[in-house]
């Protein structure tokens, strides 16, 4: 069953990626509304922002919209240019990895340039080398009323070295603004998403402020095109993929051949339970209605 669910998400994710188009069964105005009574209470800001009413030809709704707008990117710019000494230094690891490795990073074969597996363990040596507790985490989660179930790999620091702050986690994410990008997003939507570093680095506080602005936005910009929005477009998808349970495999070791991204658990993987899915509100039944 489990393994049903984990194919179905697959092929949903892969159809996203290829253009197809999803939508809700029911009214996508209810689904607006339910979907902000989610998890850490954290979101009452963004949840006033959003209570708008369908009619647009209500005076000064053009003026809301735009202070909608300007709030997220100024909320945006805000949470990217803060960052700590242990972020920027993992971030230029991170970056040097990157743009010395280049395309060329496969060692398993499975692409002529540009592996994200490849240059993801490749990413992860070396910030071991340079002595941090780093490792390659894949996440992968149920389906629930809310959302499919899904999977994803990403990268991740565990430091412990400041025992005023205690254990400190970092996410490292590689193609982290292509995760947010719409085909057909509006121009305020697009100019947020540019704002987006490519490659993001940034304490869990971090990204959950940055899934939570992109996501709201993501919702407004569909509301204003009166379009369905994909379920992985989701808040609660956005943060299975990166704040829920995963493994992580901290070895390195060299590459074996073939199955690249088969992540094969190893002896030293160990989980950690980060149960944001816990808290899921099972009321919305979404469905695959169109394949176009
Ligand atoms: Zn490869």
Redo the contacts with the bound molecule.
């Keep these: 069953m489990a393994r049903t669910a984990a194919s179905t998400a697959r092929q949903l994710l892969a159809a996203s990626f290829s253009g197809m188009v999803f939508g809700f069964l029911e009214d996508g105005g209810q689904e607006f509304k339910q979907s902000y009574s989610s998890s850490d209470g954290s979101s009452q800001e963004n949840e006033a922002m959003f209570d708008i009413e369908d009619d647009h030809e209500e005076a000064g709704e053009d003026e809301k919209d735009k202070k909608f707008w300007d709030n997220q990117n100024q909320i945006l710019e805000a949470t990217l240019c803060r960052t700590s000494s242990l972020e920027t230094k993992i971030r230029s690891v991170t970056k040097e990895t990157v743009k010395e490795s280049g395309e060329a ?7 002529a340039s540009g ?1 994200r ?2 240059l993801m363990r490749e990413v992860s040596g070396r910030l071991c080398n340079a002595g941090y507790n780093s490792a390659i985490c894949k996440s992968k989660w149920r389906s629930s009323p809310d959302i499919p179930s899904g999977e994803h790999t990403f990268l991740d620091v565990v430091d412990n070295s400041s025992s005023r702050k205690g254990e400190v986690r970092v996410i490292i994410e590689l193609n982290f603004r292509a995760e947010f990008e719409m085909a057909r997003a509006s121009d305020e939507y697009n100019t947020l998403v540019q704002r987006l570093p490519e490659i993001f680095v940034g304490k869990v506080e971090r990204l959950q402020n940055l899934i939570k602005i992109l996501c709201s936005a993501a919702k407004k910009c569909m509301k204003e095109k009166k379009m369905h929005m994909g379920p992985w477009r989701k808040q609660k998808y956005m943060q299975a993929k990166w704040l829920g349970a995963c493994k992580r495999t901290t070895s390195t070791p060299p ?1 074996s051949m073939g199955q ?1 991204d088969q992540l094969r658990p190893r002896p030293k993987a160990s989980m950690l339970t980060v149960d944001l899915l816990g808290e899921m509100i099972p009321n919305i039944h979404c469905k695959v209605v169109a394949v176009l």
């Design positions: 990073v496969c060692g398993c074969g499975k692409a592996c597996s490849c590459l690249s």
